[in-house]
Nanobody, 118 residues
Framework: QVQLVESGGGLVQAGGSLRLSCAASGSSFSIGTMAWYRQAPGNQRELVARITRGGSTNYADSVKGRFAISRDNAKNTVYLQMNSLKPEDTAVYYC????????????WGQGTHVTVSS
């Protein structure tokens, strides 16, 4: 049993900032790579940022220099700091984690809404 719980979404003006958090809870598993995805209306779900357990990161070109992903392994939590937000960033943001127990399984959060107004 694993649950990913997200927080931090909301409404913000263009140019503002938000910090998303996602905490994984459960027993008898290890967490590998964690990531943030987003999906805007009419679009496919896209990878925003990814971070390995050791801290190696990569970002979508559209958010490089504006977003930063980080994690706290002791808390099984991943964060996404979003700065200089644009209306194009408006989407549902989903937390993803690779869970390791009997092989690797990809687990998803419920999604949190981010709306950036002009």
């Amino acid at each position: 049993q694993v649950q990913l719980v997200e927080s931090g979404g909301g409404l913000v003006q263009a140019g503002g900032s938000l910090r998303l958090s996602c905490a994984a809870s459960g027993s008898s598993f290890s967490i590998g790579t964690m990531a943030w995805y987003r999906q805007a209306p009419g679009n496919q779900r896209e990878l925003v940022a990814r971070i390995t357990r050791g801290g190696s990161t990569n970002y979508a070109d559209s958010v490089k220099g504006r977003f930063a992903i980080s994690r706290d392994n002791a808390k099984n939590t991943v964060y996404l700091q979003m700065n200089s937000l644009k209306p194009e960033d408006t989407a549902v943001y989903y937390c993803n984690a690779d869970l390791i127990r009997n092989g690797v399984i990809s687990s998803w959060g419920q999604g949190t809404h981010v709306t950036v107004s002009s």
